[in-house]
């Protein structure tokens, strides 16, 4: 293998994409990682960094486009990163992500002898997400910049449209630009830990239409926010329901602080995931994608394969949807959520629905399981478990295998994590049986998981 070196203008033929949706191709036998390639391309690449076995590119020109790349609907997919395959015909797309996972479960979790189910892809696969969040800062010409972070950077890539969110955000956040303008309002300047408007949050329900605008501020006080108001208030026929502040004083990364103001109408939204009322805030994890969400949850309830007679337990549950839609067909259902106003959503949501046979637990799920099964000795028949990306805590599979559960069902973010803790499981006594990805986040590398484990002994 004969090593290339930096700055090196090289001629890559793209054979492959790893999981982070960089084209791979090979120099000599030496390989290189190059942003912004698909599979078939013929691209000249300039060799930007280069290790001792493999290295990486920037993509100069594509002199051969492969057959299976496409134009962009979006004129700043490039520069912004958030959609990682925008250039990738969407059927290959899935193909892309159904390898991914199938990758992960036999390199990482060495599971072997399942059944991988086809991924279920969308009908339409833009406009679908139902929360945005925008950085707000100042451009190179000091103008007020509104937009998405740039990949691995804080740098604002300005962008009022994302042609993932609704429509109507673009018309939202000009007017929020305007207030600003006409009044003086300052973005939050990050370096220097100045100025007001952080972030413009948009949330708007799949079923209900209703729209959530909160405006996140460094600070307590938001100078002429009636004004603010009043600017937003002809979204009121467009189903606006709730404009609120929210305090973020911290020099964090982390976008939204503990405390909310209302501005006008109610600190939460509507919506429905299939027929059930679910109570959404600025706070709130809701899934992003309800029209794929739905189909994901109707897996999930397959999977259980509930006849009323079971005890679930459903771990990182929070604003209990899974929960919810368990309670259903199950016995009695027992939700975990370490978050306090996610465990309040819960039971709210649980009240508002008229489901009685559900119970939510505030803690962390490695303690508040087995301090009920010590108590209670009540045999559980199925956990489910929704962790986020980085997966389940170590005590808590322990936990899971000391309840021994006959059936486990997995819902995972993050297949290479998801990988980890079935081989884990696996190696507890546990069988890995069917998988089926669903592509929740279209023209980006992430797709969700669902996975059906049963209990074989050991």
Known sequence: MDRVEKNDIVVVDILDMNQDGEGVGKVNGY????????????????VIKALKSFGYGRLMRIIEPSS???????????????????????????????????????????????????????EEPWRYRNKAQFPVGRNKNGEIAIGFYAGRTHSIIENEDCYLGEEIN????????????????????????????????????????????CIVINGRKLPYKERLVEKLLKFKKDGLKSITLNYNEEKTNVILGTELEVLWGTDFITDMIGG????????????????????????????????????????????????????????????????????????????RNGIQNVEFFLGASEEVLPEWYEKKKEKIDIIVVDPPRKGCERELLKTIVKMKPEKIVYVSCDSATLARDLRILEEEGYKTERVQGFDLFSQTVHVESVIMMQLVGK
């Open 276 to 351: 059930i009322t679910f109570q959404i805030s600025p706070m709130s994890f809701y899934q992003v994608n309800i029209e794929q969400t739905e189909k994901l949850y109707k897996k999930v309830l397959e999977f259980a394969d509930l006849t009323g007679k079971e005890t679930v337990w459903d771990l990182y549950c929070g604003i209990g949807t899974i929960s919810l839609f368990l309670a259903q067909k199950a016995k009695k259902v027992y939700g975990v959520e370490i978050v306090p106003a996610a465990v309040q959503n819960a039971r709210e949501n649980a009240k």
């Open 31 to 46: 390989p290189l990682f190059i942003k912004d390639t698909v599979i078939g391309d013929k691209a000249e690449v300039k």
């Open 68 to 122: 299976d790349r496409i134009q962009p609907r979006c004129a700043v997919a490039k520069q912004c990163g958030g959609c990682q395959l925008q250039a990738y015909a969407y059927e290959k797309q899935l193909i892309f992500k159904e390898n991914k996972i199938r990758n992960h479960l036999e390199r990482i979790g060495k599971i072997k002898d399942y059944v991988l189910e086809p991924i279920v892809g969308m």
């Open 170 to 213: 673009s018309e939202i956040l000009k007017s929020v630009k305007e207030y600003m303008e006409e009044n003086g309002v300052s973005p939050y300047d990050e370096a220097a830990h100045q100025g007001f408007v952080r972030h413009i949050l948009i949330r708007r329900g799949h079923y209900t239409r209703e729209i959530l605008v």
